[in-house]
Protein backbone atom coordinates (compact mmCIF):
# COMPACT_ATOMS: atom_id res chain seq x y z
CA UNK A 1 0.00 0.00 0.00
CA UNK A 2 1.25 3.62 -0.68
CA UNK A 3 1.84 5.67 2.32
CA UNK A 4 -1.11 7.94 3.04
CA UNK A 5 -0.12 11.95 2.32
CA UNK A 6 -0.46 13.75 5.65
CA UNK A 7 -0.39 16.70 4.23
CA UNK A 8 -3.26 18.37 1.85
CA UNK A 9 -2.50 19.93 -1.10
CA UNK A 10 -3.68 23.50 -1.61
CA UNK A 11 -6.81 23.20 -2.81
CA UNK A 12 -7.80 21.17 -0.02
CA UNK A 13 -6.43 23.25 2.25
CA UNK A 14 -8.19 26.22 0.37
CA UNK A 15 -11.54 24.51 0.18
CA UNK A 16 -11.03 23.41 3.99
CA UNK A 17 -10.70 27.30 5.03
CA UNK A 18 -13.66 28.26 3.02
CA UNK A 19 -16.14 25.75 4.17
CA UNK A 20 -15.06 26.95 7.70
CA UNK A 21 -15.33 30.76 6.86
CA UNK A 22 -18.76 29.67 5.60
CA UNK A 23 -19.51 27.81 8.70
CA UNK A 24 -18.48 30.33 10.52
CA UNK A 25 -20.42 33.02 8.67
CA UNK A 26 -24.01 31.05 8.97
CA UNK A 27 -23.74 30.74 12.71
CA UNK A 28 -23.48 34.29 13.01
CA UNK A 29 -26.12 35.11 10.39
CA UNK A 30 -28.73 37.20 13.24
CA UNK A 31 -25.65 39.35 13.74
CA UNK A 32 -24.65 40.24 10.66
CA UNK A 33 -27.88 40.88 9.33
CA UNK A 34 -28.21 43.26 12.12
CA UNK A 35 -24.95 44.74 11.45
CA UNK A 36 -25.15 45.28 7.51
CA UNK A 37 -28.32 47.07 8.51
CA UNK A 38 -27.21 49.14 10.42
CA UNK A 39 -24.04 50.11 8.63
CA UNK A 40 -26.04 50.49 5.61
CA UNK A 41 -28.63 52.56 7.73
CA UNK A 42 -25.24 54.68 8.76
CA UNK A 43 -24.42 55.67 5.34
CA UNK A 44 -28.14 56.26 4.26
CA UNK A 45 -27.96 58.81 7.57
CA UNK A 46 -24.87 60.48 6.43
CA UNK A 47 -26.36 61.25 3.01
CA UNK A 48 -29.62 62.67 4.13
CA UNK A 49 -27.74 65.23 6.63
CA UNK A 50 -24.72 65.89 4.08
CA UNK A 51 -26.71 66.89 0.88
CA UNK A 52 -30.23 67.28 3.18
CA UNK A 53 -32.19 65.31 1.02
CA UNK A 54 -35.98 65.18 2.72
CA UNK A 55 -35.96 60.90 2.82
CA UNK A 56 -37.31 60.03 6.15
CA UNK A 57 -34.84 56.87 7.03
CA UNK A 58 -37.53 55.45 8.96
CA UNK A 59 -40.21 55.13 5.07
CA UNK A 60 -40.58 51.30 3.97
CA UNK A 61 -38.82 52.59 0.89
CA UNK A 62 -35.77 53.43 2.42
CA UNK A 63 -35.65 50.22 5.16
CA UNK A 64 -36.32 47.94 2.11
CA UNK A 65 -33.68 49.48 0.14
CA UNK A 66 -30.85 49.19 3.24
CA UNK A 67 -29.79 45.53 1.89
CA UNK A 68 -29.50 46.64 -1.74
CA UNK A 69 -27.27 49.90 -0.77
CA UNK A 70 -25.15 47.33 1.51
CA UNK A 71 -24.68 45.38 -1.26
CA UNK A 72 -23.64 48.41 -3.74
CA UNK A 73 -21.52 49.21 -0.86
CA UNK A 74 -20.02 46.18 -0.60
CA UNK A 75 -19.52 46.19 -4.41
CA UNK A 76 -18.07 49.59 -4.67
CA UNK A 77 -15.63 49.59 -1.40
CA UNK A 78 -14.60 46.70 -2.96
CA UNK A 79 -13.95 47.56 -6.35
CA UNK A 80 -11.94 50.72 -5.28
CA UNK A 81 -10.22 48.62 -2.82
CA UNK A 82 -8.84 46.09 -5.23
CA UNK A 83 -7.92 49.35 -7.69
CA UNK A 84 -5.72 50.53 -5.29
CA UNK A 85 -4.27 47.41 -4.11
CA UNK A 86 -3.23 45.99 -7.52
CA UNK A 87 0.21 47.34 -7.37
CA UNK A 88 0.91 45.38 -4.73
CA UNK A 89 1.01 42.35 -6.31
CA UNK A 90 4.46 42.87 -7.20
CA UNK A 91 5.11 41.65 -3.66
CA UNK A 92 3.72 38.37 -4.01
CA UNK A 93 5.58 37.44 -7.32
CA UNK A 94 8.34 34.98 -7.43
CA UNK A 95 11.87 36.74 -7.23
CA UNK A 96 13.15 33.74 -8.90
CA UNK A 97 13.30 29.83 -9.22
CA UNK A 98 13.61 29.38 -5.54
CA UNK A 99 10.12 31.03 -4.92
CA UNK A 100 11.75 34.22 -2.65
CA UNK A 101 9.09 36.95 -2.58
CA UNK A 102 9.53 40.62 -1.20
CA UNK A 103 6.13 39.83 1.12
CA UNK A 104 8.66 37.03 2.89
CA UNK A 105 10.12 39.75 4.63
CA UNK A 106 6.68 41.17 5.86
CA UNK A 107 6.00 40.01 9.78
CA UNK A 108 3.86 41.60 12.14
CA UNK A 109 5.31 39.63 15.31
CA UNK A 110 7.99 40.68 16.72
CA UNK A 111 10.00 37.70 16.59
CA UNK A 112 13.43 39.20 16.45
CA UNK A 113 14.92 42.24 15.26
CA UNK A 114 16.60 41.05 12.36
CA UNK A 115 12.65 40.15 11.08
CA UNK A 116 11.68 43.44 12.71
CA UNK A 117 14.26 45.42 10.19
CA UNK A 118 13.29 43.70 7.59
CA UNK A 119 9.69 44.46 7.62
CA UNK A 120 10.78 48.17 8.35
CA UNK A 121 12.96 48.04 5.57
CA UNK A 122 10.60 46.89 2.64
CA UNK A 123 7.80 49.17 3.54
CA UNK A 124 10.34 52.28 3.79
CA UNK A 125 11.28 51.36 -0.11
CA UNK A 126 7.59 50.58 -0.81
CA UNK A 127 6.86 54.26 0.71
CA UNK A 128 9.56 55.54 -1.14
CA UNK A 129 8.35 53.98 -4.53
CA UNK A 130 4.71 55.81 -4.10
CA UNK A 131 6.59 59.40 -2.89
CA UNK A 132 9.15 58.91 -6.17
CA UNK A 133 6.31 58.79 -7.86
CA UNK A 134 3.87 61.01 -6.15
CA UNK A 135 6.35 64.14 -7.03
CA UNK A 136 6.22 62.99 -10.65
CA UNK A 137 2.55 63.94 -10.71
CA UNK A 138 2.75 66.86 -8.77
CA UNK A 139 5.43 68.32 -11.36
CA UNK A 140 2.55 67.15 -13.87
CA UNK A 141 0.42 69.18 -12.22
CA UNK A 142 2.46 72.46 -12.07
CA UNK A 143 3.53 71.82 -15.78
CA UNK A 144 -0.25 71.56 -16.69
CA UNK A 145 -0.91 74.76 -15.20
CA UNK A 146 2.01 76.77 -16.48
CA UNK A 147 3.80 74.81 -19.83
CA UNK A 148 2.05 75.15 -22.66
CA UNK A 149 1.78 71.73 -24.89
CA UNK A 150 3.76 71.05 -27.81
CA UNK A 151 6.44 69.34 -29.10
CA UNK A 152 9.03 69.43 -26.42
CA UNK A 153 6.68 69.05 -23.86
CA UNK A 154 5.37 65.75 -25.73
CA UNK A 155 9.01 64.48 -25.60
CA UNK A 156 9.63 65.34 -22.36
CA UNK A 157 6.04 63.34 -20.97
CA UNK A 158 7.44 60.52 -22.25
CA UNK A 159 11.36 60.74 -21.25
CA UNK A 160 10.17 61.61 -17.73
CA UNK A 161 7.77 58.43 -17.61
CA UNK A 162 10.46 56.31 -18.81
CA UNK A 163 12.73 57.38 -16.37
CA UNK A 164 10.06 57.53 -13.08
CA UNK A 165 9.31 53.96 -14.17
CA UNK A 166 12.77 52.83 -14.07
CA UNK A 167 13.10 54.66 -10.61
CA UNK A 168 10.42 52.50 -9.27
CA UNK A 169 11.46 49.34 -10.37
CA UNK A 170 15.54 50.34 -8.74
CA UNK A 171 13.45 51.16 -5.78
CA UNK A 172 11.79 47.71 -5.95
CA UNK A 173 14.28 45.31 -6.40
CA UNK A 174 16.61 47.17 -3.84
CA UNK A 175 14.04 45.81 -1.25
CA UNK A 176 14.61 42.41 -2.13
CA UNK A 177 15.87 40.27 0.47
CA UNK A 178 19.68 40.62 1.14
CA UNK A 179 20.33 36.88 0.33
CA UNK A 180 18.61 37.02 -3.18
CA UNK A 181 21.83 38.25 -5.68
CA UNK A 182 20.65 40.50 -8.39
CA UNK A 183 21.98 38.02 -10.96
CA UNK A 184 19.82 35.70 -9.72
CA UNK A 185 16.61 38.06 -10.22
CA UNK A 186 14.30 36.41 -13.01
CA UNK A 187 13.46 39.02 -16.19
CA UNK A 188 10.13 37.72 -15.61
CA UNK A 189 10.22 40.02 -12.14
CA UNK A 190 11.96 42.63 -14.12
CA UNK A 191 8.74 43.20 -16.19
CA UNK A 192 6.66 42.49 -14.06
CA UNK A 193 8.01 45.41 -11.38
CA UNK A 194 7.93 47.92 -14.74
CA UNK A 195 4.67 46.85 -15.07
CA UNK A 196 3.71 47.51 -11.04
CA UNK A 197 5.01 51.02 -11.59
CA UNK A 198 3.03 51.59 -14.48
CA UNK A 199 -0.25 50.92 -12.80
CA UNK A 200 0.87 52.38 -9.70
CA UNK A 201 0.74 55.68 -11.65
CA UNK A 202 -2.45 55.07 -12.98
CA UNK A 203 -3.68 54.58 -9.36
CA UNK A 204 -1.98 57.68 -7.91
CA UNK A 205 -3.55 59.58 -11.01
CA UNK A 206 -7.20 58.38 -10.53
CA UNK A 207 -6.68 59.58 -6.86
CA UNK A 208 -5.08 62.30 -7.72
CA UNK A 209 -7.51 63.87 -10.01
CA UNK A 210 -10.88 64.13 -8.02
CA UNK A 211 -8.42 65.69 -4.99
CA UNK A 212 -6.59 68.10 -7.39
CA UNK A 213 -10.63 69.12 -8.11
CA UNK A 214 -11.80 69.49 -5.03
CA UNK A 215 -9.13 71.55 -4.09
CA UNK A 216 -9.10 74.23 -7.61
CA UNK A 217 -12.05 75.17 -6.35
CA UNK A 218 -10.70 77.13 -3.41
CA UNK A 219 -6.71 78.12 -5.02
CA UNK A 220 -4.96 77.38 -8.11
CA UNK A 221 -1.72 77.01 -6.64
CA UNK A 222 0.90 74.03 -6.97
CA UNK A 223 2.42 74.88 -4.09
CA UNK A 224 -0.22 74.81 -1.89
CA UNK A 225 -1.87 71.47 -2.97
CA UNK A 226 1.34 70.29 -2.15
CA UNK A 227 0.61 68.92 1.11
CA UNK A 228 -2.63 67.78 0.40
CA UNK A 229 -1.01 65.68 -2.35
CA UNK A 230 1.32 64.45 0.70
CA UNK A 231 -1.88 63.33 2.80
CA UNK A 232 -3.02 61.67 -0.18
CA UNK A 233 0.09 59.85 -0.54
CA UNK A 234 0.42 58.90 3.19
CA UNK A 235 -2.90 57.10 3.09
CA UNK A 236 -1.98 55.73 -0.17
CA UNK A 237 1.03 54.06 1.39
CA UNK A 238 -1.56 53.05 4.33
CA UNK A 239 -3.74 51.81 2.42
CA UNK A 240 -1.49 49.35 0.42
CA UNK A 241 0.62 48.72 3.23
CA UNK A 242 -2.03 47.53 5.41
CA UNK A 243 -3.42 45.60 3.22
CA UNK A 244 -0.26 43.52 2.05
CA UNK A 245 -0.07 42.93 5.66
CA UNK A 246 -3.57 41.71 5.68
CA UNK A 247 -2.97 39.60 3.46
CA UNK A 248 0.40 37.87 4.68
CA UNK A 249 -1.15 37.62 8.47
CA UNK A 250 -4.39 35.88 6.91
CA UNK A 251 -2.03 32.57 4.86
CA UNK A 252 -1.11 31.80 8.13
CA UNK A 253 -4.26 32.08 9.90
CA UNK A 254 -7.08 29.33 10.98
CA UNK A 255 -10.03 30.70 9.34
CA UNK A 256 -9.13 34.00 6.84
CA UNK A 257 -12.68 34.22 5.75
CA UNK A 258 -13.33 35.26 8.94
CA UNK A 259 -10.68 37.67 9.28
CA UNK A 260 -11.44 39.37 5.58
CA UNK A 261 -14.96 39.69 6.97
CA UNK A 262 -14.40 41.18 9.92
CA UNK A 263 -11.85 43.53 7.92
CA UNK A 264 -14.32 44.90 5.37
CA UNK A 265 -17.06 45.05 8.30
CA UNK A 266 -14.97 47.51 10.08
CA UNK A 267 -13.34 49.10 6.94
CA UNK A 268 -17.06 50.02 5.72
CA UNK A 269 -17.87 51.42 9.52
CA UNK A 270 -14.87 53.79 9.88
CA UNK A 271 -15.84 55.10 6.23
CA UNK A 272 -19.66 55.27 7.33
CA UNK A 273 -18.46 57.09 10.41
CA UNK A 274 -16.88 60.41 8.07
CA UNK A 275 -19.74 62.51 6.70
CA UNK A 276 -18.67 63.08 3.50
CA UNK A 277 -17.08 59.58 2.62
CA UNK A 278 -20.20 58.22 4.07
CA UNK A 279 -22.27 60.73 2.34
CA UNK A 280 -20.66 60.10 -1.11
CA UNK A 281 -20.69 56.28 -1.24
CA UNK A 282 -24.29 55.81 0.33
CA UNK A 283 -25.75 58.02 -2.23
CA UNK A 284 -24.68 56.07 -5.06
CA UNK A 285 -27.22 53.27 -4.84
CA UNK A 286 -29.79 55.89 -4.64
CA UNK A 287 -28.46 58.48 -7.32
CA UNK A 288 -27.56 55.73 -9.63
CA UNK A 289 -30.70 54.00 -9.40
CA UNK A 290 -33.05 56.81 -9.95
CA UNK A 291 -30.85 58.64 -12.57
CA UNK A 292 -30.39 55.30 -14.56
CA UNK A 293 -26.53 55.24 -13.29
CA UNK A 294 -26.35 59.28 -15.16
CA UNK A 295 -24.29 61.50 -12.69
CA UNK A 296 -25.67 64.82 -14.58
CA UNK A 297 -29.19 64.13 -16.29
CA UNK A 298 -31.15 66.25 -18.20
CA UNK A 299 -35.11 66.50 -17.88
CA UNK A 300 -37.49 66.88 -21.36
CA UNK A 301 -40.51 67.69 -20.09
CA UNK A 302 -43.63 66.52 -20.80
CA UNK A 303 -46.33 69.18 -22.45
CA UNK A 304 -48.71 69.61 -19.17
CA UNK A 305 -45.70 70.03 -17.10
CA UNK A 306 -45.51 73.04 -14.57
CA UNK A 307 -41.84 73.15 -13.29
CA UNK A 308 -39.90 76.00 -11.57
CA UNK A 309 -38.14 78.59 -13.76
CA UNK A 310 -34.80 77.83 -11.59
CA UNK A 311 -35.03 74.49 -13.37
CA UNK A 312 -35.60 75.16 -17.08
CA UNK A 313 -33.19 75.68 -19.46
CA UNK A 314 -33.48 79.46 -21.26
CA UNK A 315 -32.60 78.83 -24.33
CA UNK A 316 -34.97 75.47 -24.41
CA UNK A 317 -37.63 75.28 -22.42
CA UNK A 318 -38.98 72.01 -23.16
CA UNK A 319 -35.74 71.34 -21.35
CA UNK A 320 -34.04 71.62 -17.76
CA UNK A 321 -30.68 72.87 -16.87
CA UNK A 322 -28.05 70.03 -16.05
CA UNK A 323 -29.75 68.30 -12.97
CA UNK A 324 -28.59 65.97 -10.45
CA UNK A 325 -31.14 63.26 -9.14
CA UNK A 326 -30.38 62.69 -5.41
CA UNK A 327 -32.92 60.25 -5.16
CA UNK A 328 -36.57 59.01 -6.33
CA UNK A 329 -39.72 58.87 -3.69
CA UNK A 330 -43.14 58.98 -3.61
CA UNK A 331 -43.46 59.46 -7.56
CA UNK A 332 -40.98 62.22 -7.18
CA UNK A 333 -37.36 62.97 -8.69
CA UNK A 334 -35.43 64.60 -5.93
CA UNK A 335 -33.20 66.79 -7.94
CA UNK A 336 -30.95 69.79 -7.43
CA UNK A 337 -28.78 71.90 -10.46
CA UNK A 338 -25.70 69.97 -10.99
CA UNK A 339 -23.36 73.38 -10.49
CA UNK A 340 -25.56 74.39 -7.35
CA UNK A 341 -23.51 75.24 -4.21
CA UNK A 342 -26.67 75.97 -2.07
CA UNK A 343 -28.68 72.83 -0.77
CA UNK A 344 -31.83 73.69 -2.32
CA UNK A 345 -33.78 70.85 -3.87
CA UNK A 346 -36.81 70.68 -6.13
CA UNK A 347 -39.80 67.90 -6.18
CA UNK A 348 -40.29 66.91 -9.97
CA UNK A 349 -43.20 64.36 -10.26
CA UNK A 350 -42.78 61.58 -12.71
CA UNK A 351 -45.74 62.77 -14.68
CA UNK A 352 -43.66 66.32 -15.55
CA UNK A 353 -40.70 64.28 -17.54
CA UNK A 354 -40.96 62.69 -20.94
CA UNK A 355 -37.63 61.56 -20.59
CA UNK A 356 -34.24 61.28 -19.01
CA UNK A 357 -30.72 62.25 -20.91
CA UNK A 358 -27.54 62.08 -20.58
CA UNK A 359 -26.02 65.80 -19.96
CA UNK A 360 -23.60 67.04 -23.12
Same mark, same amino acid.
Given at each position: ?190 ? %? /? =??? $????? #? ?7 ? !??? @? ?72 ? %? /? =??? $????? #? ?7 ? !??? @? ?50
Amino acid at each position: MEPENSTPNKVERYATQLSNGLLWLNERAWPLTVGILSVAGLYLYQYIQVEKVPLSILSGAAFTALPAMFAMLVFVIGMMGASILIPTFILFKRLNDAGVRLSDQLNLSAQSPQVTAQHRRLLLHWGASVIVLGVFWLCAVYLSANVDSGPLLTTSWIVAIVLVVLAYVWIIIRARPAHVALRDISGEFWM %A /S =AGA $GVIQM #LVILIVTVP !VSR @AFSEYSDSVVLFAPFMAAELLVLFLIQGSGACLVVSMNDHKNPVASAALAAFTLLIVLGLIPATGAKLGGMPLQ %A /S =ASG $GRACT #LMVWSAEAK !VPA @ALTDAQSPQRSVKLRILADSDGSYIVRPSQAKEKTITFVPHANVAQLDECP
